[in-house]
Every structure is written in C-alpha cells, then in structure tokens.
C-alpha cells in the first residue's frame, strides 16, 4: 500500500511538473515608430519558428499566448526593419514598448521636409494611406482613386483615359489642393493644376500617401485652399532585397515592375531602383495607352550627423483619351453605349485619337537632398530639385466628318488634303505643346526647445512654361497657312514641325518665407505658423508682338498667411482640437493678362480664404473614431472662361462666324462648409472594419458682374446668376464602409462601399446670364453606391516569399454618372455626362528576393 502511495506520489509531480511546462502565459505590449512615437496598428508579433502570433490593435498594443520558457519574439511592419526580442517566460509579462525604426534613408527628413503630421498631436484633419494599403486596394485604379474612402473626397476616372483621374478634397479642384511629393510642390506655377497622368507611376513607389484637409500643416506658399496631399516615395532602403511584379487587368491591361536595393553598405552608400511598364486598350473606347515608371535613389551616409541622398522619378507615357462630354441621349443611341469616345476615329484601318484625344508627357523630378543633424535639438533638411516637363495634347485645325458610327473620319480629310494642292491642308492634326522648366531650392530648420519646437524656411522657386501649337501630321497635304503669326509672312507654308496658333511663355519667380512655432506637452499642444512671399508673372508672346516687345513686365504679389491651432487631450481615450487660418492669395496667371495678351489686367485681385475648424477625436484599443466640423469661405476667386463671339466673316463680310474668345470673371465668392465622420472598428486580430460619412454643403454666395473681351477690347458686361447655386463636379455628400478579414494564415479579403450623392453637374458662369436662370439651381446627379472587392494570398515557395493579388471594381455593373456638364435647362435630357466605369478586374503575382 505505501508503495502504491509514493508511486501515486511521483506520477502526480510528474504530470504537475509536465503541465507546468507546457502552461501557457499571456505577453503584452506596445509597438511604435521609433522616430514619432506614434502607435503602429496592424503590426506583427510572432513567435520565431512558428506560426503562433497576433498584430497590433489601434493603440498599437497586442497580447500574444505562448508557452512558458524562452522563446525569440519578431516584431514586424512594412516599411520597417524587423526587430526580435528574446524573452524568458514564466507567468504574463508586459515587455513594454517596441521600437521599430523605418527601413528607409531619411524617411523622418523627408517627413519633415514635406510637413508629414502625426494624427493624434496635430490639430488638423488628416488621413494617412500606408504602402499596404495601396498596394492592396488600388489594382488598375488611378492612382487618385485610393483616396475616395476618406472624408469629403471625391475622386473620378474623368473621360476615362489612362491617368485622366480628377481628385476633390471638400469640393476644390486640384487647383486648389495643394500636391506635395517628397516634399516638393507639383501644382503648375500658372495655373495651380495637378495632371495626374504625369504622374501616374507614382503608385509603384509610393511609401505613404497622407491627406491634409482644410487648413492642412504645410507651411508652404501652397494653393491649398481645400486640403494638402504629401506624397512620400520610397527613399534607400537599409536593406538589401527586391521584388518582382507581373499583373494582367480588363481591355489588355498588362503591368510589369522590377525593383531592388543594395541595402546600406559598410562604407554609407546604398541604391535602390524601380521599374515598371503599364500599357493597354483602354475601358473606354479608344483609350489605348503605354506608360513607363522610373525611381533611383543613391545616398551616402558621411557620418551621424551628414547623409546625402539623390532621388529622380518620372513616368514617361501617352495616352488615348476621352476629352468631351456627350447627352445621355447620345450615348443611348450609340452602338458602343457609355463606353463611347466621339474624341477618336479610324485612319487607315487603326484606332486614332482627334482633337483632346490623345496625350502625351514625361516630367521627371529630381531632388538632391541634404540632412543634417547639427544636434540632439536641432536639424537642418535642405533640398534642391528640378523639373523638365516636355509633352502636350493633340489638337485638331479645321474639320472633320464622322464615319456611320459616329467615329473620327480621318481618311476623308486625308483624301480631300491632297486634292488641296494650291491652298494646302485644311485640316492638320497638331498638339498643344506644355513644356517647362523648374527649379528649386526648400530648406527647413527645426530646433526643440524644452516643450516649445520652432521651424524656419526657405521656399524658392523659379518656372518657365513653354506654350506654343506644333504640327504633327498634315493628314495627307503639304503644307499649312497660318494666317495669324504676325511675326511672319501669312503665305509661309508650315510643314510638320512648325510652330502654329500661338507660341508663348509664361515666367514664374517665388520666393517665400515661413515660420512656425509649436507648444507640445503630453495633453496640450499647439502652433501658430505664418508665411510671406514674394511671386511675380511676366509672359512672352512670339506670337502677337514684334521682337524687342514680346516681353511684359513683371507683375508683383505679396501673398501671404497665418494659421493657428490647439489640442487638448481630455483623457486618455478623448481628445479635441480647432484650428483656423487666413489666406492671401496670388491669382493665378490667366487671370492677370487679359484674353491670352500681354496686357496685365489692373483690376485683377488677391483671392482670400478665411476657414476654421473644430474637431474631436476617440481612441481605445478596439475603436477609433474623429469627427470635425469645417467652414471655408473663398473670397474674390478669380475665373478664365471661354464663350462664342459672333463676328464678321473676313473671306464674306456679309455672313457671320462664331470665333472663341474668353472673359475674365472676378469676385467670386463661395462657402464650403460641412461634418465629417471616420471611425476603425478592431474586434480581433483578423477583422478591421471602417468607416466615413461626410456632409457637405458647397455653394456660391453672390450674382457677379464680368467683362467680355475681344483681344484686348470690351465687348460686353454681363451678369452671371449664380447666387445660391451649388459648386458642381464634387459629390457633396459621401460615405463608406470597408471590411478586411484574414480568412486564414495569410489570406485576407477587403470589400469595400462607397456612396456618392447630392452631386451637381459643373457650370459655366457665362451661360447663366439669363435672367430666368436666377434662383435655378444646376442639375443634380443621381445618387450611387458602388461595391470593390480585393483579395492577397501571402505564401513561400522554396524559401522565397510570394503574394498574390486580385481586385474587382463596380462589382454589381452599376451604372451611373461620374461628372456632368449644366445643360441649358439644368436637366439631365440638356446637360452632357462622362458615364462611370462598369465591372473592371485585375490580378497580380508579387515575388520578393
């Protein structure tokens, strides 16, 4: 019996003992940026060796089951290098704070460079798109349209030509959104646009994309009256590796990409490369396109405190394109339906775009960057960078007839050109040349000062655009008359090559000063920053001046601005925050030289914008949420329209012709103001689910009077009734709902919705100088709600990683309008549409090395 015992004895030790081993304890902590602090949701934790392991929540803590002993814990994110952590354990243990430091080169210098903000410090609205994000969810998108499931931000494939896509933050164009990358302005010197299509291989390379909306943090001389959007690409990578990427797509789509990175060597030098070849026919009919991508960057880190780094970036491409709207009744009694192009034709058998429908620019941008870290207080980021934008848009001189199908006929124009022997061509395909030349110099200064941080800098810029009409193809002719040059005999006959129309430049000097004070404790923060400047507009005209007076003279601005803002951390789950701002705004070129002269316009005036902002954030572990409430009132908005004068015909005086002319309009006012909400539901580790609602309401304030000009003579003052009407081209009401689930150790799916309403088709102010158009609101949109599905598999194939990828867009086929032109009774039978993009789908295979 006492043996029975003891035996009994050591068997229950033994599997006490044994239970004890295999006992299991609960790890905690928290995973951060290394450079912000700020909390990385979504990063990994896994045991090493083993599949065991769990990410990130929104506070950026995570709790990971593991057996008791030791065990090698690996951190990782992308964009970071990854971090491993030897642990002995024996109970539930909270191992603090992981530190992770980015796998890029002077990410946190270029962050500051291009006024990159923290979400949970900085008192503005922000959204911030990471690179796994966009590399899940874009697919054959463009590249704008990774933007429409965050607040008041509409976004459209416009005509639907390869990078033709349209971005609107809060209802202002990209003219008034401020477009940052790498911390370098790209809204054109002269007219503040953004052409996407220059930069439609940004994609490839981009490592964060973040939106800014209202008064944004950028302290530059920036047309960022609707929000600031910074674009970071990659910069060199610390570690050596690559990937290889093959994607095919809907209409031929094809993509094709290849980068690598030496990592950073012993002696400081280090090279990263990407590039990546897109190209396909095109969802809309006639929109076949070819685009190329490039990215190299060289740094040499010198020491601690020195590192250089050259980066260049372009995106070489032409496209086919759709440039004009059509009646819903026209595309209905179409055979090609909403996939319609009456902006190409056939010529000899094969597909040719007409006037707005072809395109074509490379504008690659340099920038040698210096980063200095003087001391443990105080940096010193400066950059100098510069541009050569060389490309331009096809045109059409004369007429043409259109084919049974209601296509482009350019084998009747060849036929009739060539029987025109004595006058030559009447009608010539020709392009619309936009070239320039930019160069700048950005340098900011940064030093903390116990809790205050003080930033200084230096914004200088000098621009040169080309603009001039160049023949392409005389359709079958040979020669063409121009008429108009004055500086050259009017019997000239210009070949393929020649300049035609107009040729001029416009001249943009800019030099700004800013300056930015921030106070920073743990529950209050708050900074007022202020900007001065100095831009100035001269224009040549080759074109209607003589030599030794084709220059104007230079016309000077003074623009300036001051904003302010406070946060206020209630809690630790609350906060709030406001923030406001005025500012003095250049008008933009057009706009101070009369109908496309020399002549400066005295009454031109600076735009104002006064906003202000009010907002309130929620953070805990599981649930995020902001919402803000935003009033922008824009002020003396300056407007170039073009309208149809009726003149005399000079080959029969007694008949008449409609010739286009354009008319300034100034002191426009509009009121954008609106709610918007976002929130991050985390249940787990497998499940994150979002969402946004956004109301807004865009409208302009008052009637204006304006002047019709001929050349540089008056022809008319008009009113245009546009009192109360709302500001079309934007969905002012938007909302979304987007779920990603990890079905399985490396299998995710996102499904995404997003709704559009109370939309309004954009107008021309000069069309609505009757009368009977006061009071009359423009069209409005039907509402739509479109479903996107995306899926990743992550797996290893004999040691190498690999992931594939696949999207469908539209998933339902919904038909609905994307943007609208007011028709003459404000309806949807008198207004002309660009029709939105039906199912599309692409699939891709991502090989790391």
Same mark, same amino acid.
């Given at each position: 019996m006492k043996?029975? *015992?003891?035996?009994?004895? %050591?068997?229950?030790?033994f599997i006490t003992m044994s239970m004890t081993a295999f006992a299991q304890a609960k790890v905690s902590g928290t995973i951060t940026d290394s450079d912000t602090n700020e909390p990385l949701i979504g990063a990994t934790v896994v045991v090493q060796g083993t599949t065991n392991g769990t990410v990130t929540s929104l506070d950026g803590t995570f709790n990971l089951k593991v057996d008791n002993g030791k065990c090698n814990l690996v951190f990782s994110y992308i964009g970071y290098v990854d971090q491993e952590k030897s642990i002995n354990v024996n109970g539930d243990e909270n191992i603090g704070t992981i530190s992770l430091k980015s796998d890029a080169v002077g990410l946190n210098e270029v962050q %500051?460079?291009? &006024?990159?903000?923290?979400?949970?410090?900085?008192?503005?609205?922000?959204?911030?798109? +990471?690179?796994?994000?966009?590399?899940?969810?874009?697919?054959?998108?463009?590249?704008?349209?990774?933007?429409?499931?965050?607040?008041?931000?509409?976004?459209?494939?416009?005509?639907?030509?390869?990078?033709?896509?349209?971005?609107?933050?809060?209802? /202002?164009?990209? #003219?008034?959104?401020?477009?940052?990358? @790498?911390? %370098?302005?790209?809204?054109?010197?002269?007219?503040?646009?953004?052409?996407?299509? #220059?930069w439609a291989g940004l994609s490839d390379v981009t490592r964060t994309m973040q939106v800014q909306r209202g008064l944004g943090a950028s302290k530059l001389g920036l047309s960022s009256v609707g929000g600031t959007i910074n674009i970071l690409t990659k910069s060199t990578d610390a570690k050596k590796g690559g990937v290889i990427k093959s994607y095919v797509g809907n209409n031929g789509y094809r993509k094709q990409l290849l980068s690598f990175s030496t990592g950073m060597s012993e002696n400081g030098w280090a090279l990263s490369f990407l590039g990546s070849h897109t190209y396909g026919d095109g969802y809309v009919m006639g929109t076949n396109f070819d685009a190329w991508s490039y990215f190299v960057n060289i740094a040499k880190r010198f020491n601690d405190e020195h590192t250089l780094a050259f980066t260049i970036v372009g995106a070489p491409q032409w496209h086919n394109q759709r440039g004009t709207k059509l009646t819903i009744e026209t595309y209905k009694h179409n055979k090609y339906g909403k996939r319609y192009n009456?902006?190409?034709?056939?010529?000899?058998?094969?597909?040719?775009?007409?006037?707005?429908?072809?395109?074509? =620019?490379?504008? +690659?941008?340099?920038q040698l960057n210096h980063y200095w870290t003087i001391n443990d207080n105080t940096n010193l980021t400066t950059s100098v960078y510069a541009s050569m934008g060389t490309g331009g848009g096809r045109r059409v001189a004369g007429s043409l007839s259109r084919t049974g199908d209601g296509l482009l006929? /350019?084998?009747?124009?060849?036929?009739?050109?060539?029987?025109?022997?004595?006058?030559?061509?009447?009608?010539?395909?020709?392009? !619309?040349?936009?070239n320039h030349q930019w160069y700048g110099l950005l340098s900011t200064w940064i030093k903390d000062v116990n809790t205050f941080k003080y930033t200084l800098g230096l914004d200088a810029r000098y621009y040169n655009g080309e603009h001039y009409r160049e023949i392409d193809d005389l359709l079958g002719g040979e020669f063409y008359l121009d008429d108009n040059f004055i500086t050259r005999d009017a019997n000239e006959k210009l070949v393929e090559g020649d300049k035609y129309s107009y040729h001029n430049?416009?001249?943009?000097?800019?030099?700004?000063?800013?300056?930015?004070?921030? =106070?920073?404790?743990? $529950?209050?923060? &708050?900074?007022?920053?202020?900007?001065?400047?100095?831009? !100035? =507009?001269?224009? %040549?005209?080759?074109?209607?001046?003589?030599?030794?007076?084709?220059?104007?003279?230079?016309?000077?601005?003074?623009?300036?601005?001051?904003?302010?803002?406070?946060?206020?951390?209630?809690?630790? @789950?609350?906060?709030?925050?406001?923030?406001?701002? =005025?500012?003095?705004?250049?008008?933009?070129?057009?706009?101070? /030289?009369?109908?496309?002269?020399?002549?400066i316009n005295d009454d031109?005036?600076?735009?104002?914008?006064?906003?202000?902002?009010?907002?309130?954030?929620?953070?805990?572990? $599981?649930?995020?949420?902001?919402?803000?409430?935003?009033?922008?009132?824009?002020?003396? $908005?300056?407007?170039?329209?073009n309208y149809s004068l009726e003149v005399a015909d000079p080959e029969n005086p007694t008949e008449t012709i409609f010739e286009d002319r354009t008319a300034n309009i100034a002191g426009l006012n509009q009121l954008h103001q609106g709610v918007e909400f976002e929130g991050?539901?985390?249940?787990?580790?497998?499940?994150?689910?979002?969402?946004?609602?956004?109301?807004?309401?865009?409208?302009?304030?008052?009637?204006?009077?304006?002047?019709?000009?001929?050349?540089?003579?008056?022809?008319?003052?008009? @009113?245009?009734?546009i009192k109360d009407v709302h500001v079309g081209n934007s969905a002012q009401t938007t909302g979304s709902v987007s779920l990603d689930y990890k079905i399985m150790e490396g299998l995710k799916l996102g499904v995404d919705y997003v709704y559009y309403g109370k939309h309004y088709a954009d107008f021309d102010p000069e069309n609505r100088s009757a009368l009977t158009d006061s009071g009359v609101d423009a069209w409005e949109l039907p509402e739509v709600g479109l479903v996107d599905?995306? /899926?990743?598999?992550?797996?290893?194939?004999?040691? *190498?990683?690999?992931?594939?990828?696949?999207?469908?867009? #539209?998933?339902?086929?919904?038909?609905?309008?994307?943007?609208?032109?007011?028709?003459? @009774?404000?309806?949807?039978?008198?207004?002309?549409?660009?029709?939105?993009?039906g199912t599309t789908w692409s699939g891709g295979l991502k090989i790391n090395f």
């Open positions: 043996q029975f *015992i003891t035996k009994l004895y %050591v068997l229950g030790l %500051v460079l291009a &006024s990159v903000v923290t979400d949970r410090s900085t008192p503005v609205s922000i959204s911030t798109l +990471p690179a796994e994000v966009i590399t899940e969810k874009l697919g054959s998108q463009e590249y704008p349209e990774l933007l429409k499931t965050t607040p008041s931000i509409y976004t459209s494939k416009e005509g639907g030509g390869f990078g033709d896509a349209t971005v609107y933050v809060r209802g /202002f164009d990209s #003219n008034n959104v401020g477009v940052l990358i @790498n911390g %370098v302005p790209v809204n054109d010197m002269e007219s503040g646009r953004v052409y996407w299509s #220059n009456s902006n190409y034709g056939i010529r000899q058998g094969q597909p040719y775009g007409g006037g707005y429908g072809y395109n074509y =620019y490379h504008k +690659p941008q340099a006929d /350019f084998d009747s124009a060849i036929e009739a050109n060539q029987e025109s022997v004595v006058d030559g061509s009447q009608t010539i395909v020709g392009n !619309s040349v936009n430049d416009g001249n943009v000097l800019y030099t700004g000063l800013f300056g930015q004070v921030e =106070y920073i404790q743990s $529950k209050f923060t &708050s900074f007022l920053s202020a900007a001065l400047s100095r831009k !100035s =507009y001269r224009r %040549v005209d080759y074109y209607q001046y003589m030599p030794g007076n084709q220059k104007s003279e230079w016309k000077d601005f003074l623009p300036w601005n001051v904003k302010a803002g406070v946060s206020y951390k209630l809690t630790e @789950n609350h906060s709030i925050y406001a923030n406001g701002g =005025y500012i003095k705004r250049t008008p933009y070129f057009s706009n101070v /030289f009369l109908n496309y002269t020399n002549e031109v005036k600076y735009e104002q914008i006064i906003t202000s902002e009010l907002g309130y954030i929620f953070t805990s572990t $599981k649930f995020n949420a902001k919402v803000s409430l935003y009033r922008t009132n824009w002020r003396d $908005k300056g407007l170039m329209i991050t539901y985390k249940p787990n580790s497998r499940m994150t689910l979002k969402g946004m609602l956004s109301f807004g309401d865009y409208i302009y304030q008052d009637d204006v009077n304006f002047a019709l000009y001929d050349g540089q003579d008056l022809v008319a003052q008009k @009113n245009a009734y599905l995306n /899926f990743n598999y992550k797996f290893t194939i004999g040691g *190498i990683k690999a992931t594939l990828y696949g999207n469908v867009n #539209n998933v339902f086929n919904t038909e609905y309008i994307s943007k609208a032109e007011d028709g003459a @009774n404000h309806d949807d039978l008198t207004s002309e549409v660009y029709f939105g993009f």
